[in-house]
């Protein structure tokens, strides 16, 4: 049971943030109202609706995932957990109307940073609070009557005609979406709306990707389908196979090809190999080049992904689950290292102030935790070996790498004198 001034705290926290980003009033009322009869939470929770409180937990999480310091949220998130994630259970999976209707979308939900530009992606946690504005604010009737069918259907096990339920009510809120976003007023109204389910500012761009998805889930499931399951390495005949499917879904749907390299982005065993489709459509290494070619966006993904893992690095180290965090720092570091290595001038572009802001920060979370220790005790994290491009392998590698470049960089000269631009081949 919480105490009264933890649970004071937590309320304060909520209220603050409240002021700030505008969060839900319901909530906020019943928060309150817990806050003086702290004896009987259990049941001031049980007085929400379930959505309501999945729509709390989602919410308490997102913040903890921000790193937002709220003082009693752990023991609220552990009363909600106990309800909604008995045996292994996600949220996601209660609701199974609105799984059906997001299911085009969920090869693309991420579960990183909710506040940075997630291109390509949406926030796994925005998907509660679209959901609820679509039920009681955009479509109230359409809604439920798709909710009541498709439970009907799932219920007799229907699958297949619960799906074009789930299509049909989806053509539906494309249509109305198309009709409420044309004017900058209707826009403000929905960001209001949607601030009274959820504080995250992500929420409206990632309603806005969902149309995008949408509009174009046909195509996006005809590419996913095409794609090979595994890629191990990014590189001959499987990205020839890529690029060409890539090329082909651009041409019908240039708006969605961020969407498309994430379904792409998916299937690597090495994530920074989203860049060689940048980067081997380039003129040469420049960092000028490169931000020129046709896919010069997977650039900007592969640092969007990076920002997300510092968020969970930061959460791992939280936890104290130190082994997760090894692992995600040594895929930071050979990112790093990758986008340094691959792209010349990087240093200098956007691109390289962004991986510096980022490398530093995630270096501060790195020696916050390392200086804990005394000077004599060795930490894992701060171990040279995580840093594997620092060995002689590696280092014989780069140098191969380079050499490479060289030859390839002297073709694509000489090729230029007799006026055929050749493409790099990083």
């Excluded at 990183?112 to 479509?139: F, V």
């Excluded at 890629?231 to 020839?240: K, N, P, S, W």
């Amino acid at each position: 049971m919480l105490s009264y001034g933890n649970f004071y705290d937590l309320i304060y926290g909520v209220l603050l943030l409240s002021v700030l980003r505008t969060i839900g009033a319901s909530l906020l009322f019943v928060l309150h109202a817990a806050m003086t009869q702290t004896d009987k939470l259990q049941e001031y929770l049980q007085r929400l609706t379930p959505a309501a409180r999945g729509n709390l937990l989602t919410e308490l999480e997102r913040l903890e995932l921000c790193g937002a310091e709220i003082p009693g949220a752990a023991s609220l998130m552990e009363i909600l957990r106990a309800e909604f994630r008995t045996n292994g259970q996600n949220l996601k999976h209660r609701s199974a109307p609105s799984r059906y209707f997001f299911a085009p979308l969920e090869p693309l939900l991420v579960d990183g940073a909710p506040e940075h530009a997630n291109t390509g992606a949406i926030q796994r946690g925005s998907l509660a609070a679209i959901w609820e504005w679509i039920s009681r604010d955009l479509l109230p009737t359409m809604a439920r009557d798709y909710v009541k069918l498709a439970t009907e259907l799932i219920t007799a096990d229907r699958q297949g005609e619960a799906r074009r339920a789930a299509s049909a009510f989806q053509t539906k809120v494309v249509k109305s979406l198309e009709n409420t976003l044309g004017s900058p007023d209707s826009a403000s109204q929905i960001r209001f709306r949607l601030a009274a389910y959820t504080a995250s500012q992500s929420v409206f761009d990632d309603l806005t990707k969902m149309l995008g998805v949408l509009r174009a889930r046909e195509a996006l499931a005809k590419f996913n389908e095409a794609l090979p399951a595994k890629i191990a390495r990014f590189d001959g005949a499987q990205f020839a196979k890529v690029k060409a499917l890539l090329d082909a879904f651009a041409k019908q749907n240039a708006e969605q090809v961020p969407f498309a390299l994430t379904l792409v982005a998916g299937r690597l065993k090495t994530p920074w190999h989203l860049i060689r489709l940048a980067t081997k459509a380039a003129a040469s290494k420049n960092a000028a080049d490169v931000a020129a070619a046709p896919y010069a966006i997977a650039v900007s993904m592969v640092l969007d992904r990076l920002e997300d893992k510092r968020a969970l690095l930061r959460f791992a180290l939280k936890s104290e689950r130190i082994l997760v965090a090894r692992e995600i720092l040594v895929g930071a570091y050979d990112t790093e290292y990758a986008l340094q290595v691959r792209i010349d001038q990087f240093a200098q572009s956007d691109w390289g102030r962004r991986l510096d802001e980022l490398m530093a920060s995630i270096a501060a979370l790195v020696e916050s935790e390392v200086s804990r220790f005394p000077d004599n005790v060795g930490h894992i994290l701060g171990s040279r070996s995580l840093r594997s491009h620092q060995s002689l392998s590696a280092r014989m590698t780069y140098w191969a790498w380079k050499g490479r470049d060289v030859v390839s960089d002297g073709f694509a000269f000489c090729r230029n004198l007799v006026g055929g631009p050749e493409r790099s081949q990083a």
